[in-house]
């Protein structure tokens, strides 16, 4: 890490959008890049997914570090292509100075690591992982609390196809949640009930003992990063796809008495004017509650200071 944030821990977001990346005009204050997100922290570089915003990250790195050696480990949530894509175009990784962890969960029958392996194969690429030339380590993890240097590091499966987590880190100066792809419980649970053979009264309960959960995962969070692809409208049409709707989020964010709540996983089919509304109309809610939640729209390019 720079010298010069040594007292502070920083966030930069790098993609904020969910699904496939969007460039173009109608994306440009947004921006366009899959999810991905930098943590610099107690002397630790952690990046948080690998959309294809790690791309734009791996080469600010390069220019940073210039011929010194880049240690860093990168969390993945969950392999969906929106959030593994843009590894293979990580210049970091191509150079034999650098170690890169990598951590993340099984995702299908294969294992972490196959998966990853897999989408740099043939025919879907031409340099296969293990022939990269930086010191690339793929763990598969187990446990869902285990630390990063001095950062802890705390995860939690949430309700999304497949397996996917969300992580918490607590820092020296504050803890940051990143929960991109998360559906809230409670419709979702009951528009899957008739397959989980329980009654419409189970369900409810079942859902509202997962949310509960979640609520004490991200308890007290400075910065919460949070799946809201969908208005509440469009959400209606989507349930049971994996994602989260604005008032649900700003419930969420309000129960766990988060500090600041950044909307995140942008739909592809949302235009900068889109976002700028989903944003006013989640800081109207926002504002109807006793406390003071801050709501911000996440943007690519952004960065966050705590402490
Ligand atoms: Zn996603
Ligand atoms: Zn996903």
Same mark, same amino acid.
């Given at each position: 890490m720079s010298e010069s944030?040594?007292? $502070?821990?920083?966030? %930069?977001l790098w993609g904020v959008r969910g699904s496939i990346p969007v460039p173009g005009a109608a994306t440009i204050r947004y921006g366009g890049n899959t999810t991905c997100a930098e943590v610099r922290a107690d002397g630790e570089i952690i990046v948080l997914d690998a959309g294809s915003g790690i791309r734009e990250l791996g080469l600010a790195l390069e220019n940073e570090f210039g011929s010194r050696a880049i240690n860093l480990t990168l969390l993945i949530?969950?392999?969906?292509?929106?959030?593994?894509?843009?590894?293979?175009?990580?210049?970091? $990784?191509?150079?034999? %100075?650098?170690?890169?962890?990598i951590f993340g969960y099984d995702g299908a029958d294969n294992g972490f690591q196959e998966i990853l392996k897999g989408q740099m194969a043939v025919p879907f690429f031409p340099i296969a992982l293990y022939d990269l030339p930086g010191k690339v380590k793929i763990q598969q993890l187990d446990s869902m609390d285990f630390n990063i240097g001095k950062v802890r590091v705390r995860a939690k499966f949430v309700n999304h196809p497949g397996i996917c987590v969300g992580y918490r880190?607590?820092?020296?100066?504050?803890?940051?949640?990143?929960?991109?792809?998360h559906e809230p419980y409670d419709a979702f649970k009951l528009h899957s009930a008739k397959s989980h053979s329980l009654s419409p009264e189970q369900t409810r309960k079942r859902a509202g003992e997962d949310r509960a959960e979640l609520v004490e995962f991200l308890r007290g969070s400075d910065i919460l990063i949070l799946d809201t692809q969908y208005t509440d409208e469009e959400y209606e049409a989507h349930v049971g796809w994996g994602h989260g709707s604005l008032s649900s989020a700003i419930a969420l964010a309000l129960d766990a008495a988060v500090r600041?709540?950044?909307?995140?996983?942008?739909?592809?089919?949302?235009?900068?004017?889109?976002?700028d509304k989903m944003v006013q109309f989640a800081r109207k809610l926002a504002a109807k509650s006793e406390g003071n939640l801050e709501v911000e729209g996440a943007r690519e390019g952004a960065e966050m200071t705590m402490g």
């Open positions: 944030s040594a007292s $502070s821990a920083r966030l %930069k949530t969950h392999v969906h292509w929106d959030h593994i894509q843009g590894f293979p175009f990580f210049v970091p $990784s191509y150079n034999d %100075k650098n170690q890169i962890q880190l607590f820092t020296s100066k504050g803890s940051i949640a990143f929960l991109p792809d600041k709540l950044i909307l995140f996983h942008h739909d592809p089919t949302h235009d900068d004017d889109d976002i």
